[in-house]
């Protein structure tokens, strides 16, 4: 939900942005639950498109991301690796990643959406450069390069990604160490606690908002009815 959100913010912004998923499924539910999403958030004509396998109109769809004929695009992983010819002069504001887990399972897709919000392959050849040597060496050439980064980032030209899983098993690959060292954050786990949650159904006897209230009253307080 938060990343339709964020993907249909960045459209009514006159933006574009890009939300990958891992699988053709689920690349079919988002495109659902972002269209009846942006219908009820805006009376604005937001144009989203999807690719995936088994869809109708695929060569539509094709036609349309050829042409950046959209405000918000839908598509897998795989798409992504297979079609960035079609994606590389397309400015994006945001990309939203579902599952970095399998998302950096194929190393080359840090680099490839890293270009697509505006950083160079040169900056991010030499950020990986850096990322690969000694941690002692070369501290002039990391500190120049850091500053350069910087200098990009607040220009307003590179975009912004955010990422999403389950799962912190691929963090520690190299590739996904450019996160921290371009955007200057790196994927992480955060802990679930276990939690008092009580699972109730009341036939109202009276008015609703009543019957709510008088449950927020009996449960207290931190709950969500």
Do not use: H, W
Not at 25 to 49: C, G, P, Y
Not at 143 to 156: C, I, P
Not at 189 to 211: G, H, M
């Amino acid at each position: 939900v938060f990343g339709c959100v964020a993907c249909i913010f960045e459209a009514l912004r006159g933006n574009k942005a890009y939300f990958i998923v891992p699988t053709s499924l689920l690349a079919e539910q988002v495109f659902q639950k972002m269209e009846s999403f942006a219908r009820n958030v805006t009376s604005k004509d937001i144009k989203i498109v999807s690719y995936y396998s088994g869809m109708k109109d695929k060569e539509a769809s094709l036609e349309k991301i050829k042409k950046g004929d959209f405000n918000i695009l839908i598509t897998t992983n795989r798409f992504l690796s297979a079609n960035f010819d079609l994606l590389s002069k397309i400015n994006f504001s945001l990309i939203f990643i579902d599952d970095i887990g399998s998302f950096l399972k194929t190393s080359k897709n840090v680099d490839l959406i890293l270009k697509l919000i505006g950083f160079s392959d040169e900056l991010i050849t030499s950020a990986l450069n850096l990322i690969n040597s000694k941690k002692g060496s070369l501290l002039k050439e990391r500190e120049k390069l850091r500053e350069t980064v910087l200098e990009v980032r607040s220009s307003g030209r590179v975009g912004k990604i955010i990422v999403s899983g389950a799962t912190i098993r691929a963090k520690r690959t190299k590739r996904a160490k450019l996160f921290n060292f371009l955007l200057g954050f790196e994927e992480s786990y955060v802990p679930t606690f276990v939690r008092n949650v009580e699972d109730i159904f009341v036939q109202p006897t009276e008015a609703i908002e009543e019957s709510a209230l008088k449950l927020v009253k009996k449960l207290g307080s931190g709950g969500l009815v």
